[in-house]
């Protein structure tokens, strides 16, 4: 029966879809459409003949096999193969050749997308904002001719997506969905600040300056913890840059998110001191390293910047470092301190006030 192969193979040409998977899948097709005739072989193969522009349909039936004493349930033999072409076949084969044509077109274009695309995962990239009345609870970010989702757990609380807005998105993953290459994007992610700086800071991509830790709740407070990797860069001012220029680059794009820059330390109780910042502690004493756990003694009019609205600043200077921080007042510790020495004093005191009285009373018997 003829089909029109040749034009078929153009347009898979054009698509960059080779020849043997165009006659694989459209023979499979071909066949699976065979199979839904009436008197349809259970046994069948599809040879394409593409220079004839023809396809055949080569049928087998099953032969049935007498029973033995050695096998009593023999499997039936596949008999030679016929044609078994069905004369009417003709729009049913082209509708097939079409539905083939189009998924294999499908399928190639996603493969271009997934391919464009699987390399950007963990990167930034700017995109448009699409929003979609079916589906108000994601926001869609067109990437050229590709959407990316911004899901609902992704954004950014009370972070507005104006339809045709300019937008920079972290790509957290890229997968195969059910409908084709499924790419997630973040406005949330702690890493967007960090892609964001690079962008930024030459000293980052230079490799002199080094992000070691960041903790972020998205639309309110980042904490970015830096060290220096060669000699006599400052980093936290290098990502400050000159008049705080880097910072408030980066800013613009979190709306009304404010970033603290802290300096690392490989020293648990001096990361945890300058973690805490904005506010200043006077000692951190490390509990316990195996359980990650210090205490920080803060003078009482710092108390409420160290531990933050609602706790943020404490809850993320233990994201930044991973210790369990617990924050104690200054003066209270110092309080404390003064009565047990007060106390110590009063105990020895009265040791010593004792120890004379003993003595006094072993003189007065020897005399």
Do not use: C
């Not at 040409?13 to 259970?42: C, F, V």
């Not at 050229?144 to 997506?161: K, S, T």
């Not at 680059?249 to 805490?276: C, R, T, Y």
């Amino acid at each position: 029966m003829e089909l029109d192969l040749a034009g078929m193979y153009r347009l898979a040409a054009e698509q960059g879809i080779d020849a043997e998977t165009l006659d694989t899948a459209l023979a499979e097709a071909l066949r699976l459409a065979y199979l839904k005739t009436p008197h349809a072989a259970k046994h069948a193969r599809v040879e394409l003949d593409p220079r004839a522009g023809t396809f055949t349909v080569w049928a087998q039936d099953e032969i049935r096999q007498e029973p033995t004493e050695e096998d009593p349930h023999p499997a039936p033999v596949l008999g030679e193969e016929y044609d078994d072409t069905p004369r009417d076949f003709g729009r049913l084969a082209a509708a097939t050749a079409r539905q083939v044509i189009s998924q294999l077109f499908r399928r190639a274009a996603d493969e271009k997308v997934f391919g464009a695309f699987s390399g950007q995962k963990g990167k930034l990239i700017t995109g448009v904002v699409q929003q979609d009345v079916k589906d108000p609870g994601n926001v869609y970010v067109a990437v050229g001719d590709v959407e990316a989702i911004l899901p609902r757990r992704e954004q950014v609380p009370g972070e507005r997506y104006r339809h045709g807005e300019r937008l920079r998105v972290y790509v957290v993953n890229v997968a195969r969905g059910l409908k084709g290459p499924e790419i997630i994007v973040s406005r949330s992610h702690p890493e967007l600040v960090r892609r964001l700086f690079e962008r930024e800071v030459p000293e980052l991509s230079s490799g002199a300056v080094s992000i070691m830790s960041i903790a972020r709740e998205a639309g309110a407070r980042t904490k970015i913890a830096v060290r220096a990797n060669a000699q006599g860069v400052n980093p936290k001012g290098a990502l400050i840059g000159p008049g705080g220029s880097r910072v408030r680059a980066v800013m613009e794009n979190l709306g009304q998110e404010k970033i603290d820059i802290v300096d690392w330390s490989s020293d648990p109780a001096k990361f945890v001191a300058a973690a805490l910042s904005p506010a200043h502690a006077t000692e951190v004493q490390v509990v316990s390293e195996k359980n990650k756990t210090a205490i920080a003694f803060i003078h009482d009019d710092q108390l409420s910047l160290a531990i933050g609205k609602e706790g943020q600043n404490a809850r993320l200077a233990a994201k930044l470092t991973g210790w369990k921080i617990g924050i104690e007042s200054e003066e209270i510790r110092a309080k404390k301190a003064a009565e047990a020495a007060a106390k110590a004093k009063q105990e020895a005191e009265s040791a010593a006030s004792d120890a004379d009285a003993d003595a006094d009373a072993a003189g007065a018997q020897e005399a």
